[in-house]
């Protein structure tokens, strides 16, 4: 069973700092099949970026994703006040068929 | 535009079942699966399985087997989620989302305002 590592549980940083979010896959994992999420309190996760880099429909640029095999990393280059949130990570394919990392807290300092 | 839009919050006692549901529009129900994804308070996202409104083809994550239902109703574009033998580790909201395309992208790119379902004597 792949499971997905995401850390650092709480990253803390300030407006206009970079963020760099860590998702570690237990055994290989596709290109194709890894995305990155947002969620904010009370509201559902908001796909981010597929097929490890591509950005979802609608996602500014400061938002990037690379890595492959079982390291996957998702880059904020500049934190705006509304992207503190949780980032989770998840995969597709592997047994479960398809499950999401722990998550990582990106709060403001 | 695609929105999937939930039915209400629920309230159930232990060893009880619940059946929510979610209604798609703005797109081709047929064309995308609707998966089922749950989050316990204050937790991470925990996948359900999903469900292809095309064939009624189901895959169930290994947790919910035999115990979970998806089903869905081309006539009126919604899908369901049964859940049977609720304890109080079901409490969680449960969200529907859209598969964006289950071969080529499956990422999930449109989700559902979630459903709080309560278990509690």
């Known amino acids: 069973e792949i499971v997905l590592t995401q850390s650092p549980g709480t990253l803390a940083l300030s407006p206009g700092e970079r963020a760099t979010l860590s998702c570690r896959a237990s055994?290989?994992?596709?290109?194709?099949?890894l995305a990155w999420y947002q969620q904010k309190p009370g509201q559902p996760p908001r796909l981010l970026i597929y097929d490890a880099s591509t950005r979802a429909t609608g996602i500014p640029d400061r938002f990037s994703g690379s890595g492959s095999g079982t390291a996957f990393t998702l880059t904020i280059s500049r934190l705006e006040p509304e992207d503190f949130a949780v980032y989770y990570c998840q995969q597709y394919g592997s047994s479960p068929l398809l499950s999401f990392g722990g998550g990582t807290t990106v709060e403001i300092k | 535009q695609v929105q999937l839009v939930q039915s209400g919050a629920e309230v159930k006692k232990p060893g009880a079942s619940v059946k929510v549901s979610c209604k798609a529009s703005?797109?081709?129900?047929?064309?995308?699966?609707i998966s089922w994804v749950r989050q316990a308070p204050g937790q991470g996202l925990e996948w359900m399985g999903w469900?292809?409104?095309?064939?009624?083809?189901?895959n169930y994550a290994q947790n919910f087997q035999g115990r979970v239902i998806m089903t869905t109703d081309t006539s009126t574009d919604t899908a369901y989620m049964e859940l049977r033998s609720l304890s109080s580790n079901d409490t969680a909201v449960y969200y529907c989302a859209r598969v964006a395309d289950i071969v080529l992208v499956p990422a999930l790119d449109y989700w559902g305002q979630g459903i709080l379902v309560t278990v509690s004597a």
């Open positions: 703005g797109y081709s129900f047929p064309t995308h699966s």
């Open positions: 469900i292809s409104p095309y064939n009624g083809n189901t």
């Open positions: 055994q290989r994992v596709s290109r194709t099949s």
